[in-house]
């Protein structure tokens, strides 16, 4: 128990710390009109409420990732602990921050956009191409996975489910952002919050009563397959720590901030409650078990994460947690399904300046995406969504080094980007090549390669820093935006 509350006080302690002083270091500006004020077409550029924003970001980025990907981590044992909550903290809160900020200083661009400004027209081609192949992977399996699991409770065919889920998505995709995702995502985010506080509670309540303890904090990698801490822990751990999916809906919500003082609020508040989210799950997933073997064992025999969360909320919160459960593994991957289109069709709008004012340019748009979806629907998923975890976590390290660059460019403490991206440039390039899907060579050489990849990056942006000539290359659209 006391290391689940030292971990928690840490992330809440974060929040209103490291929070305020990213937030200060980075410099809003809380008399600048905002892209949702100064480019409102109430179509994507909507003012909203900072609580409604907050919580539809929350939504957009959670997902069922701080669920499923919190109990994988969780084989871990409780060293996953610190990579929730120090990996919130440091660079998945910063990441999303920055991101959103960013946006909102070049009206709400799109991730790639805002990479092609600050790291160059070679690296925007390749996250054009990246960002969208990688969101319209997450809308795919967000299709199938719940399509699959409606069949199975309803006895409904697949194809029924499908093509409702995908209507949806086609509907969330092109209406107005306010007329679905305003309306029902504030209400999906505060019951996934529920869930958690209500798990917390259960979990608390069987600590106490000796039912099922609480584990405490051991750094020994208790895996039952012995996979490496470093780097599997940080990549199976992403949405609840850090995740580059974020830094595709960040976006969106900074064409809804109707003030940027609301900054810190909307984009460092709903990844610190992501990470508190993951924390829970990771552990009364420890707790409820009892310990990591046990826990792999449940994750076989009940066919994955939808069934853990089925058994630990049922088992905890009893029809309630049936219900909760039900929203756990249907609602939120539909949630974070539809957003990803959206965020597709944003992406594309942007890279060729199409106006999305008009209903006709986002069909347009939208539905080759769902052609493709449907398409990918009827292949076999598993291998190429193999990928998706390392290129998720690719994609966040390449957004930290763009926000490294904006704030060296804006003067500002770079550092707070720069050690993250660092670290993470070291995890991807050791996880491609000794994961299964990647090489598979050994971890020894690995992650020597990886170490040597991160020191080779940095030395060479600290080099060109030392010159200033990351400074001379300002492109016109990146200069000044903080000193306004």
Known sequence: MVTFLVCLSILIGGYFVYGTYVDRMVGVNPDKETPAVKLQD???????????????????????????????????GPVAFLWITFGTIFAGAVHDYLSGVISMKHDGMSVSELVGIYLGDHMKMIMRVFSVILLILVGTVFVSSPAGLLASMTGQGLVFWTVIIILYYILATILPVDKIVGKIYPLFGAALLLMAIGLCGAMFINHFNG??????????????????????????????????????????????VSNERESKKVFYGAMVVEGIVALVWCAVSLSFFGDTAHLNQALVESGGQSGVVNIISTGLLGKVGAVLALLGVVACPITSGDTAFRSARLTI????????????????????????????????????????????????????????????????????????????????????????????????????????????LFSWFMRRVMKGKLEQEVPCQAKNLLGE
């Not at 609480?214 to 992403?238: D, G, Y």
């Not at 990918?376 to 966040?396: E, G, H, P, V």
Request: with cysteine.
């Open 211 to 256: 039912t099922r303890p609480m584990v405490e904090m051991t750094l020994e990698n208790l895996h039952p397959e012995k996979l490496s801490v470093f780097p599997f822990l940080f990549v199976t751990i992403a949405c609840g720590a850090l995740s580059g999916f974020h830094a595709t809906q960040s976006p969106m919500m900074a064409r809804c």
């Open 42 to 76: 109430d179509v994507d550029y909507v003012p909203m409420p900072w609580w409604k924003v907050f919580l539809i970001q929350f939504l957009n980025i959670a997902g069922t990732g701080p669920i499923f990907g919190a109990i994988s981590g969780a084989l871990f």
């Open 349 to 456: 709008a942007d890279a060729f300046s199409i106006k999305q004012d008009h209903v006709a340019k986002r069909f347009y748009i939208a539905i080759p995406l769902f052609v493709i979806c449907i398409i990918l629907t009827q292949i076999d998923f598993n291998i190429i969504w193999r990928y998706f975890a390392w290129s998720n976590q690719t994609l966040a390290t390449i957004c930290l080094w763009t926000s490294t660059v904006y704030l060296l460019k804006n003067k500002r403490n770079y550092w707070i980007t720069l050690i993250p991206a660092t670290f993470m440039t070291f995890i991807c390039t050791s996880y491609i090549l000794q994961a299964k899907e990647g090489l598979r060579l050994s971890g020894t050489f690995s992650n020597g390669v990886g170490i040597l990849a991160a020191i080779i």
